[in-house]
């Protein structure tokens, strides 16, 4: 990987979270909160939060428009929950004049469980990525409603809702596995990050 | 937080979770429906729905309880971002109401009138997660020992004086740093001196951080205050009469909300300050007589 940081952002979430996933790969971290800082990662993760706070700091500093040209461009994107609502085309349940940056083909529906006290920790099959299922966190989480012919699912509840996608080298998950001790996500970007050599 | 069952609700982790996702965000206090879509509408992370903004709970006195059902269930409507409300110290049934509202976290608040001069409610018993208040270490951890699954240091609240809020985020950050220094052996005195279990010392001994989410709160009211809260350890801020008592709250609300985020920026936060208009009045935390306190109820 030679010298370019992976990078986290970090208007708003749990954005240390996944920094110290990151380093505990061995990979140098810097957070993103300009544009500046975007053009120096080879990749990018986008943290759990309140999306509409994301949506509207990444717009008022100028960071929207250079995230859009860095995902068409290829740039391997880690997005939980929140990211994952960065990350879709489509959003339902968006709060007035709410955007999202895009790149994966999916209509993600926010909220979709319902409030906080639905909230809940589930074990959820991801063949991709072994045998053992992935201890999953949601909170207040969204769920992919409708996917794309270029859109590979990875996981899904046993109700069939769709909460963990990739398209490319976009990662999208509706769950938080940096607040579990699982990283195989994460692993996942991050080999994409390597393979790429995006910066 | 150890193992967990499957598809389980109201876990620790799920409810500590939603404070850590909150986390570099900003939550405002709103009285009603429209200024909760003012609040969302200027990237706040959360709303706290309650009957009268502190400010105006000082100045008109009487008892101030947890706010009308319809007004917040009004406020949850009008905005997708997670609501939170308060209920008074002790006051369990006016928890359990705001369980069954549906509201993403209760604050069992200082700010109202406590309802139980002994004891705070046992959230354990909730679904939904608290969060309570603190002026230093050993009361963040008897609310977290109750089941608090986020603490916001008091400050004074409905001042517009910052003061007592460093002072509070200050005692507690500086109370966990001493705690990292001290032998083992020396961690029973400490948990004795700090009047909190043993097992939350020792666990805050070893990781140098609280167990759960730490905002700030009492008093702010500038971009400068929020950022400097930030600065200070604070994991995000929360904000009540300072947005709502101002001149412009649209305005000076995304300002907070940039300044939090950029908090380490003076030019953002100087940039964010500009044009905002009247503050808050304000009252300074010295002139009011101790009984008067806020900070002072909950122990």
């Known amino acids: 990987m030679a010298g370019s940081p992976v990078g986290v952002l970090a208007l708003q979430g749990d954005y240390r979270e996944h920094v110290g996933v990151l380093e505990s790969f061995g990979a140098e971290v810097i957070t993103v909160r300009r544009p500046e800082e975007l053009g120096r990662v080879a990749g990018l993760v986008i943290p759990g939060g309140e999306s509409s706070v ?5 717009r008022m500093f100028g960071l929207a428009d250079p995230l859009k040209q860095a995902i068409a461009a290829g740039l391997p994107v880690y997005g939980t929950c929140a990211g994952l609502i960065m990350l879709a085309d489509r959003i339902t349940d968006k709060i007035a004049g709410q955007e999202s940056l895009g790149g994966l ?19 959820v099959a991801v063949p991709e990525l072994g045998e053992t299922p992935v201890h999953a966190v949601f909170i207040r989480a969204p769920v992919v409603e409708e996917v794309g012919e270029k859109v590979s ?28 001790d699982d990283y195989r996500f994460h692993r996942r970007f991050y080999d994409r990050v390597l393979a790429t050599r995006f910066v | ?31 009603n429906a429209d200024q909760a879509r003012i609040a969302e509408d200027a990237g706040a992370v959360a709303v706290m729905a309650l009957e009268r903004v502190p400010a105006d709970i000082r100045s008109q006195g009487g008892v101030a309880r947890t706010s009308d059902p319809d007004l917040i269930e009004g406020i949850q409507k009008a905005v997708s971002i997670p609501v939170m409300a308060k209920a008074r110290i002790g006051h369990f049934v006016e928890a359990q109401m705001l369980q069954a509202l549906d509201v993403d976290y209760i604050d069992e608040s200082e700010v109202l009138s406590p309802a139980d001069y002994v004891n705070h409610i046992d959230k354990w018993n909730f679904t939904i997660p608290f969060v309570c208040g603190a002026t230093n270490l050993g009361e963040a951890l008897r609310r977290i020992n109750e089941g608090a699954a986020m603490i916001r240091s008091k400050g004074e609240a409905g001042t517009g ?4 809020a460093t002072k509070h985020i200050r005692k507690i950050l500086g109370e966990v740093r001493a705690l ?75 300002a907070i909300v940039k300044a939090t985020t950029f908090y380490d920026d003076p030019q953002v936060i100087l940039d964010a300050s500009r044009g905002l208009g009247e503050a808050m009045v304000g009252i300074n935390v010295s002139d009011i007589p101790a009984p008067h306190r806020l900070a002072d109820r909950g122990w």
């Open chain 2, 161 to 164: 004086d910052v003061s007592e």
């Open chain 1, 54 to 58: 994301m949506d509207k700091l990444s």
């Open chain 1, 105 to 123: 083909d999916i209509t993600v529906r926010r909220n979709a469980f319902g409030r906080q006290r639905e909230s809940f920790e589930a074990e």
């Open chain 1, 153 to 180: 699912v990875l996981g899904a509840l046993a109700d069939g809702r769709v909460i963990a996608v990739e398209q490319g080298n976009l990662l999208g998950t509706s769950f938080h596995p940096e607040m579990t």
């Open chain 2, 1 to 31: 937080m150890t193992d967990t069952p499957s598809s389980s609700v109201g876990s620790d982790r799920v409810k500590r979770g939603l404070a850590e996702m909150l986390k570099g965000g900003v939550i405002m206090d709103v009285v």
């Open chain 2, 180 to 254: 990292t220094a001290l032998a083992p052996d020396e961690l029973y005195v400490a948990a004795k001196e700090l009047q909190a279990p043993y097992a939350l010392v020792a666990e805050i001994a070893s990781t140098g951080k609280l167990p759960v989410v730490l905002f700030t709160a009492g008093g702010v009211a500038t971009p400068a205050d929020a950022a400097m809260m930030m600065q200070l350890g604070a994991d995000g801020v929360f904000v009540g009469s300072g947005v709502f008592k101002s001149g412009d709250p649209a305005k000076r609300a995304a």
